[in-house]
């Protein structure tokens, strides 16, 4: 493998087979080392509740809070707090992703498997789900609407929605304004480890929910993990956020560099791939991260992404596809005069991107697509969150008399040889009374 450490990522030519396994692999950290601190706070919230809340929201949010709900007349005061465009923006991205999520709606049909047996499905809302939005360097407020709109449209009864205040208890007011007009039912001024803990166990202020969705720090990426394991559902497994870029020489080197930094800038841990056939495209690509990192206001941050972020240059298109299905990125974009075939060739990806025009950020805000997706190679098992996500599919059956006449001795010839009698008799005392 040529190997070369560039000033601003690594580039690596040419990589054995043998040489892939490193090369997918991700800059995370095993959050079970962490499991100890969230059991503590686990325990505390568990057995002292609201009480235990307000003394982390102290520790960590270094905030003293009376009233742990966020009150009508702060989700007023917050729609003058932010511009109109924003509000604007805000409104026009629900509407698409309201448009794409309600197209996935589940129907149903009834299924004669056999003579009078009938089987179906039916969708039926999660009552109850959780929402974690982080609020720190930045408020996430795209989460709220990629969160809420499909619970909503699902049918949920209740979504409850946690995010840490600032120092003066309040919660950043465009995060407040996506909650409304998502359709979010109650909001509280939580973060953490102890916002997990409510909505897993309950509190009096907080009803314990039954699947908890959204991002986070590892802190809470550890507490979603640990709570999974007895108490609740969670989306999927989370680690740090991700793109893969497959370019070709037809492709814009400043729109590559664009994408690596729309993605590096979300944290130290983020990382960005760029994968190619065509080693002409390095040095433009190098040149021109060079000249967009700068402009960037986390410009550290990126940086420090950037250091396990890769430029890898593969000999053909079938490698390229095959390290892309081994890698599974959660974001993937395709700036290649063959997009198309090559997207048809996808096996496992979060979401995926097509053509010059279509930035990863598009599928962040408003596109209309979900952006909590499946990350460190989870693609490989695990879907983006989707309509689904928020309902559960219950089956059932009815068997007339003529259907447990030509069921009948099927089932009772499987329970006699797995030894369960009473699955036979089951059958038989039906078969008798008829």
Same mark, same amino acid.
């Given at each position: 493998?040529?190997?070369?450490?560039?000033?601003?990522?690594?580039?690596?030519?040419?990589?054995?087979?043998?040489?892939?396994?490193?090369?997918?692999?991700?800059?995370?950290?095993?959050?079970?080392?962490?499991?100890?601190?969230?059991?503590?706070?686990?325990?505390?919230?568990?057995?002292?509740?609201?009480?235990?809340?307000?003394?982390?929201?102290?520790?960590?949010?270094?905030?003293?809070?009376?009233?742990?709900?966020?009150?009508?007349?702060?989700? *007023? !005061? $917050?729609? %003058? &707090?932010? =511009?109109?465009?924003?509000?604007?923006?805000?409104?026009? +991205?629900?509407?698409?992703?309201?448009?794409?999520?309600?197209?996935?709606?589940?129907?149903?049909?009834?299924?004669?498997?056999?003579?009078?047996?009938?089987?179906?499905?039916?969708?039926?809302?999660?009552?109850?789900?959780?929402?974690?939005?982080?609020?720190?360097?930045?408020?996430?407020?795209?989460?709220?609407?990629?969160?809420?709109?499909?619970?909503?449209?699902?049918?949920?009864?209740?979504?409850?929605?946690?995010?840490?205040?600032?120092?003066?208890?309040?919660?950043?007011?465009?995060?407040?304004?996506?909650?409304?007009?998502?359709?979010?039912?109650?909001?509280?001024?939580?973060?953490?480890?102890?916002?997990?803990?409510?909505?897993?166990?309950?509190?009096?202020?907080?009803?314990?929910?039954?699947?908890?969705?959204?991002?986070?720090?590892?802190?809470? *990426? !550890? $507490?979603? %993990? &640990?709570? =999974?394991?007895?108490?609740?559902?969670?989306?999927?497994? +989370?680690?740090?956020?991700?793109?893969?870029?497959?370019?070709?020489?037809?492709?814009?080197?400043?729109?590559?560099?664009?994408?690596?930094?729309?993605?590096?800038?979300?944290?130290?841990?983020?990382?960005?791939?760029?994968?190619?056939?065509?080693?002409?495209?390095?040095?433009?690509?190098?040149?021109?991260?060079?000249?967009?990192?700068?402009?960037?206001?986390?410009?550290?941050?990126?940086?420090?992404?950037?250091?396990?972020?890769?430029?890898?240059?593969?000999?053909?298109?079938?490698?390229?596809?095959?390290?892309?299905?081994?890698?599974?990125?959660?974001?993937?974009?395709?700036?290649?005069?063959?997009?198309?075939?090559?997207?048809?060739?996808?096996?496992?990806?979060?979401?995926?991107?097509?053509?010059?025009?279509?930035?990863?950020?598009?599928?962040?805000?408003?596109?209309?697509?979900?952006?909590?997706?499946?990350?460190?190679?989870?693609?490989?098992?695990?879907?983006?969150?989707?309509?689904?996500?928020?309902?559960?599919?219950?089956?059932?059956?009815?068997?007339?008399?003529?259907?447990?006449?030509?069921?009948?001795?099927?089932?009772?010839?499987?329970?006699?040889?797995?030894?369960?009698?009473?699955?036979?008799?089951?059958?038989?005392?039906?078969?008798?009374?008829?």
């Amino acid at each position: 493998m040529e190997y070369s450490n560039e000033t601003i990522c690594q580039v690596i030519k040419y990589p054995a087979r043998g040489e892939w396994a490193q090369l997918v692999e991700r800059a995370t950290k095993d959050v079970s080392e962490l499991f100890g601190t969230v059991q503590s706070v686990f325990d505390a919230v568990r057995t002292q509740g609201d009480a235990a809340v307000r003394q982390y929201e102290k520790l960590f949010d270094k905030v003293n809070l009376s009233d742990l709900s966020v009150s009508e007349e702060e989700i *007023t !005061a $917050a729609r %003058q &707090l932010i =511009s109109d465009d924003l509000k604007r923006a805000i409104v026009v +991205a629900r509407e698409h992703i309201e448009t794409f999520h309600a197209a996935q709606r589940f129907e149903g049909k009834k299924i004669e498997t056999a003579p009078g047996v009938i089987c179906w499905q039916k969708a039926v809302p999660i009552e109850r789900v959780g929402l974690y939005i982080p609020g720190g360097t930045a408020p996430l407020f795209s989460t709220v609407l990629m969160l809420a709109v499909p619970a909503r449209i699902a049918g949920c009864k209740e979504i409850v929605l946690c995010s840490p205040p600032n120092r003066e208890g309040k919660i950043h007011p465009a995060i407040l304004f996506a909650a409304e007009v998502a359709g979010v039912h109650r909001i509280y001024k939580i973060g953490g480890i102890q916002a997990i803990a409510a909505m897993a166990y309950g509190t009096e202020s907080v009803p314990k929910v039954y699947k908890i969705f959204g991002p986070g720090n590892q802190y809470v *990426t !550890a $507490a979603k %993990q &640990l709570v =999974s394991l007895k108490e609740v559902a969670i989306d999927m497994p +989370a680690g740090p956020s991700e793109v893969e870029v497959i370019a070709d020489s037809s492709a814009n080197p400043e729109f590559i560099a664009a994408d690596f930094l729309s993605q590096a800038e979300h944290g130290v841990d983020s990382q960005a791939v760029l994968v190619t056939t065509d080693e002409s495209l390095v040095e433009p690509v190098l040149k021109a991260l060079a000249e967009q990192l700068e402009r960037l206001p986390r410009k550290e941050i990126t940086e420090k992404a950037l250091e396990h972020s890769r430029i890898i240059v593969f000999k053909t298109r079938d490698e390229v596809m095959e390290f892309t299905n081994m890698y599974a990125p959660e974001h993937l974009i395709i700036q290649t005069t063959d997009y198309a075939e090559l997207a048809a060739r996808v096996q496992n990806a979060g979401s995926v991107f097509l053509g010059a025009y279509t930035p990863e950020s598009a599928g962040d805000y408003a596109s209309g697509t979900n952006h909590t997706l499946p990350t460190n190679g989870y693609a490989h098992a695990y879907s983006g969150v989707n309509l689904d996500s928020f309902i559960k599919k219950i089956t059932f059956q009815e068997i007339s008399p003529e259907g447990i006449r030509n069921l009948g001795d099927t089932i009772r010839i499987m329970a006699a040889n797995e030894q369960l009698e009473a699955h036979r008799n089951a059958v038989t005392v039906r078969l008798n009374s008829l």
